[in-house]
């Protein structure tokens, strides 16, 4: 008896060496913080408060682009309006000086008028006084009695009559003459008046079209630092949203690790008791000569957790677009595709491309293939009214599926926008959505 004592007594000391030792290398260590739910909540509130006045901010900078294009329209109208006014103003000035130069003309011509009217006039008189004189007066007896027969009389008669006739005629004639050129003259004078006239009212538009084109530019440059202020406030906010969004990734993070701290510490009592059973089967064993049964097999590792997956995708913000970067173990170099990427020298860059952040995403939850369209089809597809945090949002068309985003909730998204920009947070874009969201896990 004594000596199955003592080996009893060294088998179960050996067994709970072996097995005590296993169990004591297994201890967890002091648990992580384990931030409460209304911290997390807290959290959650002010991220979605932060998101919704990035909303509100993304309607009033839109209302504020497209109040913009409708003042640069607006500018260029008056632009085009202006150079109206130029034209027609050049235009009344040529007509007016045509018409300045048509009067000038009209009234030398009146004034020459005038000039032999007058010459006309005293030559008339010159010659009347020279007949007087020599005593042939047309009608002066001398004229008459001095010839030297009756058809040299008859010829002297008719001979003054004509001369005397044809000047008359003659001043007729010029009389009508400068009739015609002072009506030629004030017909050109009131023409000259109505050019200037026509002139000063294209002038006059001219300064109202150039006062309009001025109003114009500077309500589209006071619209255009609005629209500035709008951006930087829309961008302080979002920082400010990325920051909250940071913050309740933090705090879903330590909840997660303390879950994984507490199914851990399961895990080590479950095998704890396990030894202890084993121990105490095999002290049995050796009590009764047999062997210790084996016990139950270890418990699976905890599941990846949707809100790891959004950590991860969160953690790569602010990182450069590359097309076809991005694999399982983070950024990687992009490619070339012989077009905008190469523009953009993403094959130049370490970054994610859109499908390539997804890989990244979920690499501890499954493998996925480096194709948006493929992952369309990689898990559950849900209705767009159905989706929840952690789905994936899809765009594309008849032409098959060309983007994807991870959903957060409150109408965010985390995506790889395209070539020049970086890794996002952004509101969601319902413009050519597909009509299902996919889920992989949950």
Not at 112 to 139: C, M, N, Y
Not at 346 to 364: H, P, R, T, V
Request: net charge neutral; with cysteine.
């Amino acid at each position: 008896m004594p000596r199955v004592r003592r080996g009893l007594s060294v088998s179960t000391l050996t067994l709970v060496i072996l097995f005590g030792a296993g169990g004591t290398g297994l201890a967890a260590p002091p648990p992580p913080p384990n931030p409460s739910d209304s911290d997390i909540q807290a959290g959650k509130a002010d991220a979605n408060a932060k998101a919704g006045e990035v909303g509100r901010l993304t309607n009033q900078l839109a209302q504020a682009e497209q109040k913009l294009t409708q003042l640069q329209d607006d500018v260029e109208l008056k632009q085009e309006q202006a150079n109206k006014a130029l034209v027609d103003l050049q235009i009344a000035q040529d007509d007016a000086a045509q018409a300045e130069n048509d009067a000038k003309a009209a009234r030398t011509e009146a004034d020459a008028a005038a000039s032999a009217i007058e010459q006309a006039r005293a030559d008339l008189k010159t010659f009347a006084a020279a007949s007087f004189q020599q005593g042939s007066t047309v009608g002066s007896l001398s004229a008459y009695l001095s010839a030297d027969s009756p058809k040299d009389m008859l010829a002297r008669a008719q001979l003054l009559d004509a001369v005397g006739g044809d000047r008359l005629n003659a001043l007729d004639r010029l009389q009508q003459a400068q009739t015609e050129k002072s009506n030629k003259d004030a017909a050109a004078r009131k023409a000259a008046e109505i050019a200037q006239q026509k002139q000063d009212a294209a002038r006059r538009a001219k300064n109202s079209a150039d006062a309009a084109q001025t109003t114009a530019e500077r309500a589209q440059d006071g619209q255009a630092a609005q629209n500035s202020q709008l951006e930087k406030n829309k961008t302080d906010v979002e920082q400010q949203l990325y920051a909250a969004q940071a913050k309740v990734s933090g705090l879903q993070g330590q909840r997660q690790r303390y879950q994984d701290w507490l199914a851990q510490k399961q895990r080590e009592d479950e095998e704890r008791a396990r030894q202890a059973a084993l121990a105490a089967a095999a002290a049995a064993a050796a009590a009764g000569g047999g062997r210790p049964s084996g016990g139950p097999a270890p418990s699976a590792p905890a599941g990846s957790s949707i809100e790891a997956v959004i950590a991860r995708a969160m953690s790569t913000l602010g990182m450069p677009y590359a097309w076809g970067g991005g694999n399982a173990s983070g950024a990687t170099r992009g490619i070339r595709d012989g077009g905008i990427a190469d523009r953009y020298g993403d094959y130049n860059k370490i970054g994610f491309d859109c499908s390539g952040l997804m890989i990244y995403a979920f690499a501890g939850v499954r493998s996925l293939p480096h194709y948006s369209g493929y992952q369309y089809s990689s898990g559950r597809q849900v209705p767009l009214s159905q989706m929840r945090r952690g789905d994936l949002l899809f765009w594309g068309g008849p032409g098959g599926i060309h983007h994807v985003a991870l959903y957060l909730g409150g109408g965010q998204m985390v995506e790889a926008p395209q070539s020049g920009l970086r890794v996002r947070v952004a509101p969601v874009r319902y413009g050519g959505i597909m009509p299902y969201a996919t889920r992989l896990v949950g």
